[in-house]
């Protein structure tokens, strides 16, 4: 697998190492350009919109670890079916194919969450703040 490395630490432990591209990833972008306070932790409950095909999603998951969630939400059925793919393999990732935007469509399907992540593009996202049209 590519940006993929698999070590042993002293004690025999593997140890996965993967890259996690800044121009591909705007959590690992904004890591990376010294925001200290991700709030995403170990055992963290994330709801991640705008979960494409779920690369984020997949670091996400390493470090929320197996006592953490991630609710992964994606609209597209082409990326969700990656998603849900990459999803198989990590127990601690639910996918959710549905539209962001209406949360009322999949609030049974999340429980209580410690930090929401929006990486959903809208034609209108530039107009969310207060006063604007």
Request: proline share 5%; net charge positive.
């Amino acid at each position: 697998m590519k940006g993929f490395s698999l070590l042993r630490n002293e004690d025999g432990t593997k140890v996965e190492y993967r890259v996690w591209n800044p121009f591909r990833s705007k959590l690992a972008a904004a890591i990376l350009g010294g925001v200290d306070e991700i709030w995403i932790k170990p055992g963290a409950r994330v709801l991640y919109l705008g979960a494409a095909s779920g690369t984020t999603v997949s670091h996400v998951s390493d470090i929320v670890g197996p006592t953490g969630v991630v609710y992964a939400v994606e609209f597209s059925h082409r990326s969700g079916r990656d998603l849900v793919n990459m999803a198989k393999k990590r127990t601690n990732v639910i996918p959710i194919i549905e539209d962001a935007r209406h949360p009322s469509k999949y609030r049974m399907l999340v429980s209580m969450v410690d930090v929401i992540f929006s990486d959903v593009a809208q034609p209108d996202q530039v107009c969310c703040g207060e006063g604007t049209p």
